[in-house]
């Protein structure tokens, strides 16, 4: 079983829409957890930290629920230039090891 | 890709030569984490380094790849008698929560 699990879609929407990406993770020790954006060939772009209480950054919004080991990704008001691939990230906590662990990715497509 | 730098961002060798990847993390720090991306999956971990010192290294291949950040330079990621199986982009990342990556080096073994 992957430690970091995601659909990889594509989840194809219209502008203007509300999308949601969801993210389950294995590992209980799991200690951060993170969304990054990854434009194609370019490289992942933090898009915000995910926090216990859920956290909102414009159109943005990210919860944690530690008890069902799940990520989830809200995005409103879809803008072409939200098409990219979403990666759920955590950190999983390891005695001398701080390193990420990436889940494969979801792409979103925005279409006019 | 704020600050870290990585070169050459696009790498062509032949199958058994050599392959040598620069990284120069974000200013002030002495972390750096290399990452690849094999075509169409996600990244993986590969090492992690601090000045002068490998703290993890559980994610590199057993042989052929080895890395290192000296005291003065970049860090390099070096592998030998590279086969096709090792084109992929190569990231890496610093500092050590929130991780911002490099804009990569993409490895083609022709």
């Known amino acids: 079983r992957k430690e970091v699990e995601q659909d990889p879609g594509p989840f194809n929407v219209p502008e203007g829409a509300t999308v949601a990406f969801n993210c389950t993770y294995s590992?209980?020790?799991?200690?951060?957890f993170f969304w990054y954006r990854q434009d194609c060939r370019k490289e992942p772009k933090l898009l915000m930290s995910?926090?216990?209480s859920g956290n909102e950054d414009g159109r943005f919004t990210a919860q944690l629920n530690r008890a069902s080991q799940y990520i989830s990704l809200l995005i409103r008001d879809s803008k072409l230039s939200d098409s990219a691939t979403y990666l759920c990230?955590?950190?999983?906590?390891?005695?001398?090891?701080?390193?990420?662990?990436f889940g494969s990715g979801t792409r979103l497509q925005v279409q006019p | 890709n704020a600050g870290v730098m990585q070169n050459p961002r696009h790498l062509v060798r032949r199958r058994g030569q050599e392959a040598r990847l620069r990284c120069s993390p974000m200013?002030?720090?002495?972390?750096v984490y290399w990452y690849r991306q094999l075509p169409e999956e996600g990244l993986k971990f590969m090492v992690y380094?601090?000045?002068?010192?490998?703290?993890?290294e559980s994610g590199m291949p057993k042989e052929r790849f080895s890395a290192e950040f000296p005291k003065e330079g970049p860090s390099i990621l070096r592998i030998q008698q590279v086969v096709r199986g090792d084109s992929a982009a190569y990231f890496c990342?610093?500092?050590?929560?929130?991780?911002?990556f490099g804009p990569g080096t993409r490895l083609t073994v022709t």
């Open positions: 990230v955590v950190n999983i906590n390891r005695p001398g090891r701080r390193a990420l662990t």
């Open positions: 590992n209980s020790a799991s200690q951060s």
């Open positions: 995910v926090y216990s």
């Open positions: 200013k002030g720090h002495s972390h």
């Open positions: 380094l601090q000045k002068e010192n490998i703290i993890d």
């Open positions: 990342a610093s500092p050590r929560y929130e991780q911002y």
